[in-house]
């Protein structure tokens, strides 16, 4: 079974949120992140005892306050689930790393970032490089491909095809497992390509204003680096290749049935919200076992 880590991070209020007088009722301990019940009128006035629910992830990320001694910053964020997802790629493993929230929780923010603090997507592509060009040093040969799709109203787009409009298949190889058929793959050499295709993938997005966000994105979206390694093994100077996928995705509730289609041929329908954390294990058990 694929190992799984589970990370939950708070964000500031935003202009609603403090326009509406919200009440913070989330507190962070180490791994443990406990939420307070919100007390009704009656409970308030008869003073009842508080009430919170404890709940221990294997990260729990307090990012409310940026002067606060305990936040959370964008590089440890990507020290701790970044670095280990690049350690994964170049042992020859298939990896993921996604953001699951509803609209307005941050999703965007800890995946992108913005250009004074980037986020993981951009970060885990500088560092994937800066690798690359270690490796060359000591003759190994590197090839990087990326797609870019999105989903939305239970519809795959490739966003960085001409023709973006038109809707992909997803198909299941009896081998490699699913796949979307006609995903283009487009060779990077730099970080700079990859930030291009990004952007370009970026502009293709279905984005809409909601009651929890000014501008937000109405859609799943999937960036996926092929990464290709090529070297001689030491024992006999025979060639060898490794191939390893990262998938970096931004997820919206509203499309993991179609998403379950990508990663795990389930014939029977899946309830959102009983999603456990077994079931996410075995999501994402696409990612191998042992080096390819």
């Known amino acids: 079974m694929a190992s799984v880590k589970v990370a939950v991070r708070v964000r500031p209020f935003n202009q609603r949120e403090k326009d509406m007088n919200a009440k913070l009722i989330v507190q962070m301990d180490g791994k443990k992140t406990r939420l307070h019940t919100v007390k009704s009128s009656k409970e308030q006035n008869e003073g009842s005892r508080e009430k919170y629910k404890d709940f221990t992830f ?33 042992e020859g493993y298939n ?7 509803q609209t307005g929780s941050g999703k965007t923010f800890t995946m992108m970032g913005s250009p004074e603090s980037q986020g993981l997507i951009p970060r885990i592509c500088r560092q994937l490089f800066s690798r690359v060009m270690a490796g060359k040093e000591s003759g190994a040969s590197y090839r990087t491909e990326v797609s870019y799709l999105e989903i939305y109203n239970e519809r795959v787009k490739d966003l960085l095809s001409t023709d973006a409009g038109h809707s992909l ?20 050499s730099d970080y700079d390509d990859i930030q291009e295709c990004m952007h370009r993938g970026n502009l293709q997005r279905t984005t809409a204003s909601t009651q929890m966000n000014d501008v937000s994105s109405r859609s799943h979206a999937i960036f996926t680096i092929t990464f290709v390694q090529a070297s001689y093994l030491r024992h006999n100077n025979m060639p060898s290749e490794t191939v390893s996928k990262v998938h970096l995705e931004l997820t919206l509730t509203s499309h993991w049935l179609l998403l379950a289609q990508l990663y795990q041929p389930w014939q029977n329908p899946v309830s959102l919200w009983k999603f456990d954390r077994q079931r996410l294990k075995r999501m994402y058990s696409y990612r191998t076992e042992t080096p390819s």
């Open 58 to 90: 294997d990260h729990s990320y307090w990012s409310y306050d940026s002067e606060d001694n305990h936040y959370a910053s964008q590089e440890q964020v990507f020290s701790d689930l970044g670095l280990e997802v690049l350690d994964s790629a170049f």
């Open 95 to 101: 990896a993921c790393v996604f953001a699951y929230g």
């Open 169 to 188: 298949r997803v198909r299941e190889h009896p081998k490699l497992g699913p796949y979307v058929q006609d995903l283009s793959k487009h060779l990077v």
